[in-house]
């Protein structure tokens, strides 16, 4: 079985997006069907309006999914928030060719929003505000042949860009003041984290239901390895210094990649693992290899530099297979 993890960069269509979807999906449908996925993590899906309908519906995605083999897949889909449809911008989204016996989305169902008072916002802002998450976590229960069920989290954190500060900026990339810039930095770096630890004690809960969870956690989580983020998630023996609690920890699976081949994110000329896949203890016994498709990416930084968005993603996509119910 082959469960992959693809940031797909803000699917969307006109006017919002500056490539046509007909163009990108040039691009992106031969790189979804490379994947030859069973199970897919999609991040960065946007939601479209459609005349007489109150909540938003992927309408890109399913323009971009007719024809392939994930046309007809199971999903589940984020939302975003408070009853409603999918959000405007980075939806996740979760195929399965298998069926899915439950969902859930978890946003600050652990962790409550963190408080925090903007030192160099102008005006000065009277008390602290709430530090929320941009996206929820969406969970997957996956019913695979031969009776196992697999839970599959797909994650997107917050990416390594300051937030903004009111009236710290002079045009969207310009600061004012590098007391803002790093000030926005630390906001990013904060919900980084705190999602984190968000989804450890989800981890927790998973493993206090079922000891021998199949668990994988696949997204974009815009951190390398050994970060907070990834620290948080793993829970390493080496860490915890109890050899009881080892079951917990999560094996990240890009660690079998070659080292010239671990990347997902050029930026800079700097090669970056941003995307990621874990397993619970009990799935990496199952586990046989990984693969990352990064053969087609530029520079992200240039693209900017020269105002070009990109027709597929800047981000590759990661697939790894597992002997685990059947791909027939």
Same mark, same amino acid.
């Given at each position: 079985?082959?469960?992959?993890?693809?940031?797909?960069?803000?699917?969307?269509?006109?006017?919002?997006?500056?490539?046509?979807?007909?163009?990108?999906?040039?691009?992106?449908?031969?790189?979804?069907?490379?994947?030859?996925?069973?199970?897919?993590?999609?991040?960065?899906?946007?939601?479209?309006?459609?005349?007489?309908?109150?909540?938003?519906?992927? !309408?890109?995605?399913?323009?971009?999914?007719?024809?392939?083999?994930?046309?007809?897949?199971?999903?589940?889909?984020? /939302?975003?928030?408070?009853?409603?449809?999918?959000?405007? !911008? $980075?939806?996740?989204?979760?195929?399965?060719?298998?069926?899915?016996?439950?969902?859930?989305?978890?946003?600050?169902?652990?962790?409550?929003?963190?408080?925090?008072?903007?030192?160099?916002?102008?005006?000065?802002?009277? *008390?602290?505000?709430?530090? /929320?998450?941009?996206?929820?976590?969406?969970?997957? $229960?996956?019913?695979?042949?031969?009776?196992?069920?697999?839970?599959? !989290?797909?994650?997107?954190?917050?990416?390594?860009?300051?937030?903004?500060?009111?009236?710290?900026?002079?045009?969207?990339?310009?600061?004012?003041?590098?007391? *803002?810039?790093?000030?926005?930095?630390?906001?990013?770096?904060?919900?980084?984290?705190?999602?984190?630890?968000?989804?450890?004690?989800?981890?927790?809960?998973?493993?206090?239901?079922?000891?021998?969870?199949?668990? /994988?956690? +696949?997204?974009?989580?815009?951190?390398?390895?050994?970060?907070?983020?990834?620290?948080?998630?793993?829970?390493?023996?080496?860490?915890?210094?109890?050899?009881?609690?080892?079951?917990?920890?999560?094996?990240?699976?890009?660690?079998?990649?070659? +080292?010239?081949?671990?990347?997902?994110?050029?930026? $800079?000329?700097?090669?970056?693992?941003?995307?990621?896949?874990?397993?619970?203890?009990?799935?990496?016994?199952?586990?046989?290899?990984?693969?990352?498709?990064?053969? /087609?990416?530029?520079?992200?930084?240039?693209?900017?530099?020269?105002?070009?968005?990109?027709?597929?993603?800047?981000?590759?996509?990661? !697939?790894?297979?597992?002997?685990?119910?059947?791909?027939?």
């Amino acid at each position: 079985m082959r469960i992959a993890t693809f940031n797909l960069e803000s699917l969307d269509l006109p006017p919002k997006a500056r490539v046509p979807l007909e163009i990108r999906a040039e691009i992106l449908r031969p790189a979804l069907e490379r994947l030859q996925a069973d199970i897919l993590c999609l991040q960065e899906v946007n939601g479209q309006h459609v005349p007489g309908e109150s909540d938003r519906r992927l !309408v890109a995605l399913d323009r971009l999914l007719a024809g392939t083999r994930y046309a007809n897949y199971a999903r589940v889909v984020s /939302t975003a928030g408070e009853g409603r449809g999918p959000a405007d !911008v $980075h939806n996740l989204v979760t195929l399965s060719r298998f069926p899915i016996s439950n969902q859930r989305e978890v946003r600050h169902g652990f962790v409550p929003p963190l408080s925090y008072p903007m030192r160099t916002a102008m005006p000065r802002e009277v *008390g602290p505000k709430p530090v /929320t998450f941009d996206r929820p976590i969406l969970v997957a $229960h996956i019913e695979v042949p031969g009776g196992d069920t697999v839970v599959v !989290v797909n994650a997107h954190f917050r990416a390594p860009l300051a937030t903004a500060i009111p009236s710290q900026k002079l045009e969207p990339f310009v600061w004012k003041t590098v007391g *803002g810039w790093a000030e926005g930095y630390f906001l990013s770096a904060m919900r980084r984290a705190s999602q984190a630890l968000e989804l450890r004690f989800l981890l927790e809960e998973l493993f206090d239901q079922n000891a021998s969870a199949l668990i /994988t956690v +696949a997204g974009d989580f815009n951190a390398e390895d050994y970060e907070i983020p990834l620290n948080l998630l793993v829970g390493a023996e080496e860490n915890t210094g109890n050899p009881r609690l080892a079951n917990r920890s999560l094996i990240v699976l890009d660690r079998a990649l070659a +080292a010239d081949r671990r990347w997902s994110l050029l930026y $800079h000329g700097r090669r970056q693992m941003l995307d990621h896949m874990l397993a619970s203890q009990v799935l990496y016994g199952r586990f046989r290899s990984i693969d990352v498709h990064n053969e /087609t990416l530029s520079d992200e930084l240039v693209g900017y530099a020269r105002h070009i968005r990109t027709s597929g993603s800047a981000h590759a996509p990661l !697939v790894a297979e597992f002997a685990l119910g059947s791909a027939s």
